[in-house]
């Protein structure tokens, strides 16, 4: 029994990704079950949805795990985690697009466990004089799984081969958080003149 929901769980991960609109006929098809089977597993999309969340907030949990996050320069481990998470990152994209899981007080704690660990190494990059201090921690966590989302999008619909998905999020979510010594401008100031 444990095996076909487990089943079930998977196969309505990878239609919800790819359609988020499916409806539960449509995941018990997805699945080669009947909707009773699938309605004794999961009583309705709501339950079906928290399942899936508690398999995102797990298999993300792995991903952390498996980046090493606390080792070497924080630039690297945003690096590693991008590439371990990126097997989730259309489950997780479908998920930041389900408001009933992120309202009220039945959010789960997971997520908070999640964002905590993220924002722990770009706090200590930021310590490190690795990233820019004027953005948050807080702030670059979000970009970043807005980044996954997107990323996650734009694979599933062929206009970025998944190769590319690690470097492309990486690069431009450090490309902005890297902290860059004062230079002085060379671009010509675009701020109107005073007449005198």
Known sequence: MAVDRDHALRSAAALLTRKSTATMDEVAKAAGISRATLHRHFAGRDALVRALEALGIEE???ALDAARLDEGPARDAVHRLVREIEPAA???AFLYTENQ???GEEQNPGWTRIDDRIATV???GQAAGEFRID????WLTEALYGLLASGAW???EGRVARKDFTHM???LL????LRHHAEPSTEPSTEPREES
């Open 101 to 103: 899981l992120f309202e």
């Open 169 to 171: 999020i990486a690069e």
């Open 90 to 92: 259309a489950l997780l």
């Open 122 to 124: 770009f706090r200590r």
């Open 174 to 177: 450090l490309g902005g958080a």
């Open 60 to 62: 993300c949990e792995a």
């Open 154 to 156: 734009a694979v599933s």
């Open 135 to 138: 953005l948050t921690p807080v």
